[in-house]
């Protein structure tokens, strides 16, 4: 099983839509989770950490179930400059040390 | 910005010579890491620095090497360049110690190996 599963999509979604994003990781001792955005051609930038009561930033909202080990991210009211990849984050705690490990993303194109 | 440099921007290296990769952490971060991420897939992690010394590895050979210097800076060296190890190489910065460490990407190196 891999460390950080994202469904790879596409997802193609219209202006205005709800869309919703699951990532499962393998590691229960897992601690950090957080979503990353990527445009193309480009870095990725920190959208949300992912908190254990789940946390809310204007239209996106992110949760966690550890009992599931899975992580979420819901995108309200879709605009067309949400269209990219989407990232999971997972901490993978080893020793002292603090790892992350990305998932492979999720495709994300809003369309007028 | 994030406050997250890379040197250089694009580089084409030919099979077998050595490529040597620059970062510079955003400023109060003491921790750099680095990541390989080839077309269409997501970042692989591949070593993490922590005041100077190595402090994690990810699933990559000896050939892929690393410093932190004091000032939290930090390079990425790769020998013997393979065609595979043509993708966009990231480096993070973050403050260990500070909760969740959350990471944050400099505009990445582009190599290209022929």
């Known amino acids: 099983r891999k460390e950080v599963e994202q469904d790879p999509g596409p997802f193609n979604v219209p202006e205005g839509a709800t869309v919703a994003f699951n990532c499962t990781y393998s590691?229960?001792?897992?601690?950090?989770f957080f979503w990353y955005r990527q445009d193309c051609r480009k870095e990725p930038k920190l959208l949300m950490s992912v908190y254990s009561s789940g946390n809310e930033d204007g239209r996106f909202t992110a949760q966690l179930n550890r009992a599931s080990q899975y992580i979420s991210l819901l995108i309200r009211d879709s605009k067309l400059s949400d269209s990219a990849t989407y990232l999971c984050?997972?901490?993978?705690?080893?020793?002292?040390?603090?790892?992350?490990?990305f998932g492979a993303g999720t495709r994300l194109t809003v369309k007028p | 910005e994030t406050g997250v440099t890379q040197s250089p921007t694009h580089l084409i290296k030919t099979r077998g010579q050595q490529v040597t990769l620059r970062c510079s952490s955003q400023?109060?971060?003491?921790?750099v890491s680095w990541y390989q991420q080839a077309l269409g897939q997501g970042p692989q992690f591949i070593f993490q620095?922590?005041?100077?010394?190595?402090?994690g590895r990810g699933n990559f050979p000896p050939r892929f090497s690393g410093l932190q210097f004091p000032n939290y800076s930090s390079e990425l060296n790769v020998n013997a360049l393979e065609l595979d190890d043509s993708a966009l190489y990231l480096c993070?910065?973050?403050?260990?110690?500070?909760?969740?460490?959350?990471?944050?990407f400099g505009p990445g190196t582009r190599l290209t190996v022929t």
């Open positions: 620095y922590y005041r100077e010394e190595e402090n």
């Open positions: 984050v997972v901490n993978i705690p080893e020793d002292n040390n603090n790892d992350m490990r």
């Open positions: 993070a910065s973050s403050m260990r110690g500070q909760g969740a460490e959350e990471q944050y």
């Open positions: 590691n229960s001792a897992s601690q950090s």
């Open positions: 400023s109060g971060h003491n921790t």
